[in-house]
Protein backbone atom coordinates (compact mmCIF):
# COMPACT_ATOMS: atom_id res chain seq x y z
CA UNK A 1 0.00 0.00 0.00
CA UNK A 2 1.32 3.29 -0.85
CA UNK A 3 1.67 5.93 1.61
CA UNK A 4 0.57 8.48 0.07
CA UNK A 5 -2.81 7.82 -1.18
CA UNK A 6 -3.19 5.49 2.06
CA UNK A 7 -2.48 8.34 4.23
CA UNK A 8 -5.36 10.14 2.38
CA UNK A 9 -8.40 7.34 2.91
CA UNK A 10 -7.31 7.92 7.01
CA UNK A 11 -7.52 11.38 6.65
CA UNK A 12 -10.91 11.16 4.99
CA UNK A 13 -12.15 8.33 7.86
CA UNK A 14 -11.13 10.74 10.48
CA UNK A 15 -13.35 13.32 8.96
CA UNK A 16 -15.97 11.13 9.63
CA UNK A 17 -17.96 8.26 11.43
CA UNK A 18 -15.89 6.01 10.21
CA UNK A 19 -14.24 4.23 13.77
CA UNK A 20 -14.18 1.00 12.89
CA UNK A 21 -11.66 1.51 10.09
CA UNK A 22 -9.41 3.95 12.28
CA UNK A 23 -9.36 1.26 14.69
CA UNK A 24 -8.21 -1.26 13.10
CA UNK A 25 -5.16 0.59 10.90
CA UNK A 26 -1.56 0.47 12.68
CA UNK A 27 1.13 2.15 11.35
CA UNK A 28 4.27 0.09 11.62
CA UNK A 29 7.49 2.51 11.43
CA UNK A 30 10.66 1.74 9.56
CA UNK A 31 12.75 5.20 9.92
CA UNK A 32 10.24 7.29 11.28
CA UNK A 33 10.45 9.84 9.16
CA UNK A 34 7.43 9.59 7.97
CA UNK A 35 5.18 9.12 10.58
CA UNK A 36 4.35 11.93 12.92
CA UNK A 37 5.10 11.89 16.30
CA UNK A 38 2.48 13.08 18.15
CA UNK A 39 -0.89 12.83 15.94
CA UNK A 40 -0.33 9.36 14.06
CA UNK A 41 -1.52 6.34 15.50
CA UNK A 42 2.02 4.26 15.75
CA UNK A 43 1.94 3.14 19.80
CA UNK A 44 -1.54 1.52 21.05
CA UNK A 45 -4.84 2.00 19.40
CA UNK A 46 -4.57 5.73 19.37
CA UNK A 47 -2.24 8.94 18.88
CA UNK A 48 0.16 10.39 21.50
CA UNK A 49 -1.47 13.73 21.41
CA UNK A 50 -4.53 11.90 22.86
CA UNK A 51 -3.02 9.38 25.50
CA UNK A 52 -0.58 12.40 26.59
CA UNK A 53 -2.56 15.46 25.26
CA UNK A 54 -0.92 17.68 28.47
CA UNK A 55 2.69 16.55 27.18
CA UNK A 56 1.30 17.67 23.46
CA UNK A 57 0.49 21.13 24.61
CA UNK A 58 3.99 21.44 25.97
CA UNK A 59 5.85 20.22 23.49
CA UNK A 60 7.79 22.54 20.81
CA UNK A 61 6.85 21.27 17.42
CA UNK A 62 3.81 19.23 17.18
CA UNK A 63 4.52 18.08 13.51
CA UNK A 64 7.69 17.01 14.35
CA UNK A 65 8.14 13.24 13.25
CA UNK A 66 9.05 9.96 15.08
CA UNK A 67 12.30 9.82 13.30
CA UNK A 68 13.42 13.53 14.55
CA UNK A 69 12.72 12.84 18.13
CA UNK A 70 15.49 11.41 18.43
CA UNK A 71 19.10 10.60 17.60
CA UNK A 72 21.65 7.71 17.63
CA UNK A 73 24.50 8.53 20.54
CA UNK A 74 26.99 5.64 20.51
CA UNK A 75 24.58 3.38 18.61
CA UNK A 76 22.11 4.21 21.48
CA UNK A 77 18.77 5.13 19.90
CA UNK A 78 17.92 8.21 22.75
CA UNK A 79 14.71 10.21 22.68
CA UNK A 80 14.82 13.96 22.43
CA UNK A 81 11.75 15.88 22.97
CA UNK A 82 11.51 19.44 23.28
CA UNK A 83 9.54 21.25 25.68
CA UNK A 84 8.28 24.86 25.47
CA UNK A 85 8.96 25.48 28.81
CA UNK A 86 10.42 23.64 31.63
CA UNK A 87 8.51 20.64 32.89
CA UNK A 88 6.94 20.43 36.64
CA UNK A 89 7.81 17.43 38.77
CA UNK A 90 3.81 16.09 38.03
CA UNK A 91 4.51 16.35 34.44
CA UNK A 92 8.29 14.97 34.51
CA UNK A 93 6.03 11.85 36.15
CA UNK A 94 4.04 11.80 33.01
CA UNK A 95 6.91 12.04 30.53
CA UNK A 96 8.15 8.49 31.98
CA UNK A 97 4.89 7.01 31.44
CA UNK A 98 5.62 8.16 28.16
CA UNK A 99 9.18 6.99 27.48
CA UNK A 100 7.89 3.43 28.88
CA UNK A 101 5.12 3.23 26.32
CA UNK A 102 7.70 4.39 23.08
CA UNK A 103 11.14 2.46 24.56
CA UNK A 104 10.28 -0.91 22.05
CA UNK A 105 10.74 1.62 18.92
CA UNK A 106 14.49 1.73 17.54
CA UNK A 107 14.51 3.44 13.64
CA UNK A 108 15.45 1.01 11.15
CA UNK A 109 17.46 3.16 8.66
CA UNK A 110 16.93 2.47 4.80
CA UNK A 111 13.00 1.26 5.69
CA UNK A 112 9.95 3.62 4.89
CA UNK A 113 6.89 3.53 7.20
CA UNK A 114 4.16 2.14 6.51
CA UNK A 115 0.61 1.69 6.98
CA UNK A 116 -0.93 -1.95 8.16
CA UNK A 117 -3.96 -3.53 8.99
CA UNK A 118 -5.22 -5.03 11.47
CA UNK A 119 -8.07 -7.26 10.55
CA UNK A 120 -5.73 -9.32 8.66
CA UNK A 121 -3.25 -11.22 10.41
CA UNK A 122 -0.35 -10.45 7.76
CA UNK A 123 -1.29 -7.08 8.18
CA UNK A 124 -2.41 -6.38 4.46
CA UNK A 125 -5.77 -4.69 3.70
CA UNK A 126 -7.96 -6.83 2.08
CA UNK A 127 -12.03 -6.95 0.76
CA UNK A 128 -12.57 -10.10 3.04
CA UNK A 129 -10.77 -9.20 6.11
CA UNK A 130 -13.11 -5.32 5.47
CA UNK A 131 -16.61 -7.22 5.13
CA UNK A 132 -15.66 -10.17 8.32
CA UNK A 133 -14.87 -6.83 10.50
CA UNK A 134 -17.80 -4.71 9.39
CA UNK A 135 -19.92 -8.10 9.75
CA UNK A 136 -18.50 -8.75 13.25
CA UNK A 137 -19.62 -5.11 13.82
CA UNK A 138 -22.71 -5.28 12.73
CA UNK A 139 -23.65 -8.59 15.12
CA UNK A 140 -22.65 -6.33 18.05
CA UNK A 141 -24.59 -3.12 17.02
CA UNK A 142 -27.53 -6.12 16.62
CA UNK A 143 -26.79 -7.16 20.12
CA UNK A 144 -26.78 -3.45 21.50
CA UNK A 145 -30.40 -2.83 19.47
CA UNK A 146 -31.91 -5.65 20.90
CA UNK A 147 -30.87 -4.33 24.32
CA UNK A 148 -32.22 -0.85 23.92
CA UNK A 149 -35.84 -2.84 22.46
CA UNK A 150 -35.97 -4.79 25.78
CA UNK A 151 -35.53 -1.97 27.80
CA UNK A 152 -37.94 0.18 26.07
CA UNK A 153 -40.71 -2.69 26.55
CA UNK A 154 -40.35 -2.84 29.95
CA UNK A 155 -41.47 1.25 30.04
CA UNK A 156 -44.58 0.40 27.51
CA UNK A 157 -45.84 -1.71 31.14
CA UNK A 158 -48.70 -1.70 32.43
CA UNK A 159 -47.42 -0.64 36.20
CA UNK A 160 -46.77 2.69 37.97
CA UNK A 161 -43.67 4.80 37.29
CA UNK A 162 -41.53 3.37 41.07
CA UNK A 163 -42.21 -0.43 39.71
CA UNK A 164 -41.22 0.09 36.26
CA UNK A 165 -37.77 2.16 37.49
CA UNK A 166 -37.26 -1.33 39.81
CA UNK A 167 -37.33 -3.22 36.35
CA UNK A 168 -35.70 -1.13 34.45
CA UNK A 169 -32.58 -1.38 37.19
CA UNK A 170 -32.96 -4.39 37.20
CA UNK A 171 -32.51 -5.58 33.51
CA UNK A 172 -29.37 -2.63 33.56
CA UNK A 173 -28.20 -4.18 36.72
CA UNK A 174 -28.01 -1.35 38.21
CA UNK A 175 -30.07 -2.33 41.10
CA UNK A 176 -27.93 -1.45 44.98
CA UNK A 177 -27.22 -5.36 45.49
CA UNK A 178 -24.09 -6.23 47.50
CA UNK A 179 -22.16 -7.09 44.56
CA UNK A 180 -22.47 -4.12 42.64
CA UNK A 181 -22.07 -1.77 45.56
CA UNK A 182 -18.42 -3.77 46.46
CA UNK A 183 -17.74 -2.95 42.02
CA UNK A 184 -18.11 0.92 42.95
CA UNK A 185 -16.17 0.14 45.86
CA UNK A 186 -18.84 1.26 48.35
CA UNK A 187 -17.35 -0.22 51.96
CA UNK A 188 -19.99 -2.82 53.34
CA UNK A 189 -18.34 -3.01 56.65
CA UNK A 190 -19.45 -6.06 58.83
CA UNK A 191 -23.02 -5.82 56.53
CA UNK A 192 -23.64 -9.60 55.56
CA UNK A 193 -23.37 -9.47 51.76
CA UNK A 194 -24.96 -13.03 51.53
CA UNK A 195 -28.39 -13.54 50.00
CA UNK A 196 -30.83 -12.44 52.59
CA UNK A 197 -33.53 -15.01 51.85
CA UNK A 198 -30.93 -18.63 51.64
CA UNK A 199 -28.17 -17.58 53.01
CA UNK A 200 -25.91 -20.12 50.82
CA UNK A 201 -25.01 -17.73 47.99
CA UNK A 202 -23.60 -13.83 47.72
CA UNK A 203 -25.79 -11.59 46.86
CA UNK A 204 -26.28 -10.46 43.17
CA UNK A 205 -29.15 -10.16 41.22
CA UNK A 206 -29.30 -13.23 39.23
CA UNK A 207 -29.56 -15.36 42.36
CA UNK A 208 -31.93 -13.16 44.18
CA UNK A 209 -34.27 -13.18 41.56
CA UNK A 210 -34.00 -15.94 39.62
CA UNK A 211 -31.68 -18.85 41.10
CA UNK A 212 -32.59 -18.34 44.75
CA UNK A 213 -34.52 -21.11 46.49
CA UNK A 214 -37.12 -18.78 47.51
CA UNK A 215 -37.31 -16.81 44.27
CA UNK A 216 -37.96 -20.06 42.04
CA UNK A 217 -40.52 -21.35 44.37
CA UNK A 218 -41.84 -18.05 43.73
CA UNK A 219 -41.72 -18.32 39.68
CA UNK A 220 -43.46 -21.99 40.18
CA UNK A 221 -46.23 -20.47 41.66
CA UNK A 222 -46.60 -17.80 39.14
CA UNK A 223 -46.02 -20.37 36.27
CA UNK A 224 -48.73 -22.36 38.03
CA UNK A 225 -51.14 -19.75 38.46
CA UNK A 226 -50.38 -17.66 34.66
CA UNK A 227 -50.42 -21.46 33.20
CA UNK A 228 -46.86 -20.97 31.23
CA UNK A 229 -44.71 -23.22 30.49
CA UNK A 230 -41.29 -22.61 29.68
CA UNK A 231 -37.41 -22.36 30.31
CA UNK A 232 -36.78 -20.57 33.15
CA UNK A 233 -33.13 -18.21 31.89
CA UNK A 234 -30.71 -17.36 34.99
CA UNK A 235 -29.92 -13.75 33.42
CA UNK A 236 -32.61 -11.43 34.30
CA UNK A 237 -32.90 -9.92 30.33
CA UNK A 238 -33.43 -13.17 29.07
CA UNK A 239 -36.11 -13.89 31.56
CA UNK A 240 -37.89 -10.89 31.06
CA UNK A 241 -38.29 -11.64 27.29
CA UNK A 242 -38.86 -15.49 27.41
CA UNK A 243 -41.51 -14.80 30.51
CA UNK A 244 -43.43 -12.14 28.64
CA UNK A 245 -43.42 -13.54 24.82
CA UNK A 246 -45.31 -17.01 25.83
CA UNK A 247 -48.21 -15.75 24.96
CA UNK A 248 -49.39 -15.78 21.18
CA UNK A 249 -51.87 -12.95 21.67
CA UNK A 250 -50.36 -9.55 22.30
CA UNK A 251 -52.97 -8.30 25.18
CA UNK A 252 -51.79 -11.96 26.87
CA UNK A 253 -48.05 -10.58 26.66
CA UNK A 254 -48.73 -6.96 27.88
CA UNK A 255 -50.68 -8.90 30.78
CA UNK A 256 -47.78 -11.06 31.72
CA UNK A 257 -45.45 -8.01 31.20
CA UNK A 258 -47.39 -6.51 34.09
CA UNK A 259 -47.19 -9.36 36.48
CA UNK A 260 -43.59 -9.77 35.75
CA UNK A 261 -42.47 -6.08 36.72
CA UNK A 262 -45.01 -6.70 39.50
CA UNK A 263 -42.78 -9.84 40.77
CA UNK A 264 -39.80 -8.08 39.93
CA UNK A 265 -40.90 -4.65 42.09
CA UNK A 266 -42.31 -6.60 45.14
CA UNK A 267 -39.63 -9.17 45.70
CA UNK A 268 -36.78 -5.81 45.90
CA UNK A 269 -39.45 -4.28 48.63
CA UNK A 270 -39.51 -7.86 50.35
CA UNK A 271 -35.54 -7.46 50.03
CA UNK A 272 -35.21 -4.64 51.57
CA UNK A 273 -37.61 -5.26 54.21
CA UNK A 274 -35.91 -8.10 55.33
CA UNK A 275 -32.22 -6.38 55.28
CA UNK A 276 -33.83 -2.91 57.28
CA UNK A 277 -36.49 -4.35 59.12
CA UNK A 278 -35.68 -8.12 59.60
CA UNK A 279 -39.22 -8.55 58.03
CA UNK A 280 -39.44 -11.98 56.52
CA UNK A 281 -42.41 -13.06 53.95
CA UNK A 282 -43.84 -16.18 52.88
CA UNK A 283 -44.11 -17.28 49.32
CA UNK A 284 -47.75 -17.63 49.15
CA UNK A 285 -48.71 -14.45 50.27
CA UNK A 286 -46.49 -12.90 48.45
CA UNK A 287 -48.22 -14.61 45.15
CA UNK A 288 -51.29 -13.16 46.46
CA UNK A 289 -49.99 -9.37 46.43
CA UNK A 290 -48.70 -9.85 43.16
CA UNK A 291 -52.16 -11.13 42.27
CA UNK A 292 -54.03 -8.45 43.41
CA UNK A 293 -51.43 -5.48 42.23
CA UNK A 294 -51.45 -6.95 38.59
CA UNK A 295 -54.91 -7.00 38.52
CA UNK A 296 -55.72 -3.51 39.51
CA UNK A 297 -52.93 -2.02 37.63
CA UNK A 298 -53.94 -3.12 34.60
CA UNK A 299 -57.60 -2.26 35.45
CA UNK A 300 -56.22 1.36 35.88
CA UNK A 301 -54.29 1.37 33.20
CA UNK A 302 -57.38 -0.32 30.93
CA UNK A 303 -55.54 -3.37 29.60
CA UNK A 304 -58.09 -6.08 30.85
CA UNK A 305 -62.54 -6.24 29.95
CA UNK A 306 -65.12 -4.87 32.42
CA UNK A 307 -65.99 -8.86 32.86
CA UNK A 308 -62.52 -9.70 34.41
CA UNK A 309 -63.38 -9.78 37.94
CA UNK A 310 -60.29 -10.35 40.63
CA UNK A 311 -61.65 -13.78 41.64
CA UNK A 312 -61.34 -14.79 37.86
CA UNK A 313 -58.34 -13.23 37.37
CA UNK A 314 -56.86 -15.48 40.85
CA UNK A 315 -57.69 -18.68 39.26
CA UNK A 316 -55.06 -20.78 37.97
CA UNK A 317 -54.36 -21.08 33.99
CA UNK A 318 -54.81 -17.44 34.05
CA UNK A 319 -54.13 -17.28 29.90
CA UNK A 320 -56.94 -19.73 29.29
CA UNK A 321 -59.38 -16.90 30.13
CA UNK A 322 -58.46 -14.86 27.11
CA UNK A 323 -58.26 -17.22 24.64
Wanted: charged share 30%; with cysteine.
Amino acid sequence: MENGWWSKIVAAAGRGNEGWFLENIKRRLGDGRGTKFWEDSWVGRESLNISFHRLYRLCENRKVSVGESGRWVEGVWVWDLKWRRELRDCERETVKSLMDAISSFVPTAGTKDRWTWRAATDGRYSTKSTYDTIKSKRSVNQNQRSEVKTLVSVWKTAAPQKALVTAWRLLRNRLPTADNLRKRNIMLGDVNQDCPWCHAHGENLNHLFLTCSKAQELWDEIQSWTGISSARPSSAAAHWIVFSECGKEKKVRNLLKTIWVGCIWLMWRKRNEKIFEGKDWEVKTLVREIKIRSWCWNKIFGILDPDMDLSRWCCDDLISHFL
